[in-house]
């Protein structure tokens, strides 16, 4: 159901400029799909947008994009007569991040303006009806599969009856524990970032065009450095609750916040904006760095930790409670989680591949049951570096997939593919109760979907 869940992705997440190809293309109805029209400019528009943005576009794309269209026509008609209804909250929020990102990018918003030959509010409602248009069709294609589901006779059975060779193979995977701490930081270094934080927050308050030169010069942040510090329009529920309960409070784009600490370091703020429950921001983050000398404690003492594990004078999971600082796996005894792919449901079983480069590089020769040595890796969360022990807590090799193993997997491979036959078989009906009408141009296109050009 995946193929059939993401088709419309080309058409709906393409930010374009609709308007400034349609001034350039001589409008015509190529299709009709029930009461509704499918122009010329709209796919022209999409195509050139997709070109220029270097998407790779598999078939004919003046044959895939018309289709797309209108089969999410198909299930828009059927939204409507179900009355499904969209969190329109959610849709300001996806619709306005889009635009105020594409808004940087460009560099201000007369230039959007200038590139896409309209006004802002007026994209801003387009890409709103996009994003609308995208969770109507989810709904209803949800809508319509939700009561799809494979008993264990028929995982049994669809199973049974394919070769070993047509069984899909399921990597090797391992189930780890994870204890993590800081290195120690030494205060004289803390108030060496504090210091240089109070320096810039002179400079700036002197000067308030000069923040996001520091930011690009000296931010620990490096993503939001390099658009001078500015994080861009955003909610509460984004941010740390120790940086959201500063950032929130300012007004005044002339006066620096006061030096907050949070999980990722120390940081300074520069109001720059606020739009109704959401603000846009500029930050500098500085990270106190532990000495050489500094990560050899911390990895000294978490070696100690791990000879005490050895020896069982303390378990693993007693040692994660007492010591570790890392809060995701801390009160789950350090064992690490993640949502599978395929079931979509909460799991402790990895493939390499999507383990922290680090610990997969340790996990890979260790043995069941074996706890490793102290090792540094940086934590992708907050971007700091931290000292980490493992121990593994199982190993499943490659191997080919079975029901007595593999049941939850496959069942779910299965369920997915029985739905993506019901929407296909919807589809196929919608198009014989629909009345459609293509342009003979486009007739000897090779569709996804046949059905829609009527005998």
């Known amino acids: 159901?995946?193929?059939?869940?993401?088709?419309?992705?080309?058409?709906?997440?393409?930010?374009?400029?609709?308007?400034?190809?349609?001034?350039?293309?001589?409008?015509?109805?190529?299709?009709?799909?029930?009461?509704?029209?499918i122009l010329k400019s709209?796919?022209?528009?999409?195509?050139?947008?997709?070109?220029?943005?270097?998407?790779?576009?598999?078939?004919?794309?003046?044959?895939?994009?018309?289709?797309?269209?209108?089969?999410?026509?198909?299930?828009?008609?059927?939204?409507?007569?179900?009355?499904?209804?969209?969190?329109?909250?959610?849709?300001?929020?996806?619709?306005?991040?889009?635009?105020?990102?594409?808004?940087?990018?460009?560099?201000?918003?007369?230039?959007?303006?200038?590139?896409?030959?309209?006004?802002?509010?007026?994209?801003?409602e387009e890409m709103r009806e996009r994003y609308r248009n995208q969770s109507m069709v989810q709904q209803m294609q949800q809508e319509l599969v939700k009561n799809i589901e494979a008993t264990p006779a028929e995982v049994r059975r669809h199973y049974g009856n394919i070769s070993a060779d047509s069984l899909p193979t399921i990597p090797a995977q391992v189930e780890l524990q994870v204890l993590s701490l800081k290195p120690p930081i030494p205060l004289s270094e803390i108030n060496r970032v504090k210091e240089r934080l109070r320096e810039f927050t002179e400079r700036a308050n002197k000067n308030?065009?000069?923040?996001?030169?520091?930011?690009?010069?000296?931010?620990?942040?490096?993503?939001?450095?390099?658009?001078?510090?500015?994080l861009g329009?955003?909610?509460?529920?984004?941010?740390?609750?120790?940086?959201?309960?500063?950032?929130?409070?300012?007004?005044?784009?002339?006066?620096?916040?006061?030096?907050?600490?949070?999980?990722?370091?120390f940081h300074i703020i520069q109001f720059i904006e606020r739009r109704g429950d959401r603000i846009n921001v500029r930050h500098i983050l500085l990270r106190p760095k532990a000495s050489d000398e500094d990560k050899q404690k911390g990895v000294n003492t978490l070696d100690s930790i791990a000879d005490q594990i050895r020896k069982e004078k303390v378990t693993f999971e007693q040692a994660v409670m007492r010591f570790s600082q890392d809060k995701n796996t801390r009160m789950n005894a350090g064992l690490m989680m993640r949502t599978d792919p395929y079931t979509r449901s909460i799991t402790s079983k990895f493939e390499y591949q999507d383990l922290p480069a680090e610990i997969a590089k340790v996990a890979y020769d260790m043995n069941v049951g074996e706890v490793s040595?102290?090792?540094?890796?940086?934590?992708?969360?907050?971007?700091?570096?931290?000292?980490?022990?493992?121990?593994?807590k199982s190993k499943t090799p490659t191997h080919k997939a079975n029901v007595r193993d593999d049941y939850q997997i496959l069942k779910s491979m299965l369920e997915e593919k029985k739905r993506a036959e019901f929407l296909k078989n919807w589809i196929a009906k919608k198009q014989k109760e629909t009345y459609i009408s293509i342009d003979p141009a486009y007739v000897n296109c090779e569709f996804e979907y046949p059905g829609w050009v009527k005998e």
Not at 86 to 115: C, F, L, P, Q
Not at 373 to 392: S, Y
């Open 1 to 37: 159901m995946r193929r059939v869940f993401l088709i419309f992705t080309a058409v709906l997440f393409l930010l374009n400029g609709f308007s400034q190809n349609k001034n350039n293309v001589i409008d015509e109805v190529i299709w009709i799909v029930g009461d509704e029209a």
């Open 42 to 124: 709209d796919v022209e528009a999409i195509v050139q947008d997709a070109a220029m943005r270097r998407i790779p576009i598999e078939g004919d794309p003046y044959c895939l994009f018309p289709e797309q269209i209108a089969v999410e026509k198909l299930f828009l008609h059927q939204a409507a007569i179900d009355s499904i209804e969209v969190n329109e909250s959610v849709v300001i929020e996806m619709a306005d991040r889009d635009i105020d990102a594409y808004v940087a990018n460009v560099g201000s918003v007369a230039k959007a303006e200038e590139y896409l030959h309209k006004p802002i509010a007026q994209l801003k």
């Open 208 to 230: 308030p065009s000069d923040f996001s030169l520091l930011a690009r010069l000296y931010s620990d942040d490096k993503g939001s450095a390099v658009q001078g510090g500015e």
């Open 233 to 265: 329009f955003a909610g509460r529920g984004v941010y740390d609750p120790d940086f959201a309960a500063v950032a929130f409070n300012m007004q005044n784009p002339n006066k620096i916040s006061r030096i907050v600490e949070t999980q990722f370091g």
């Open 373 to 392: 040595k102290a090792f540094t890796m940086i934590d992708k969360a907050t971007g700091n570096e931290v000292i980490t022990i493992i121990k593994i």
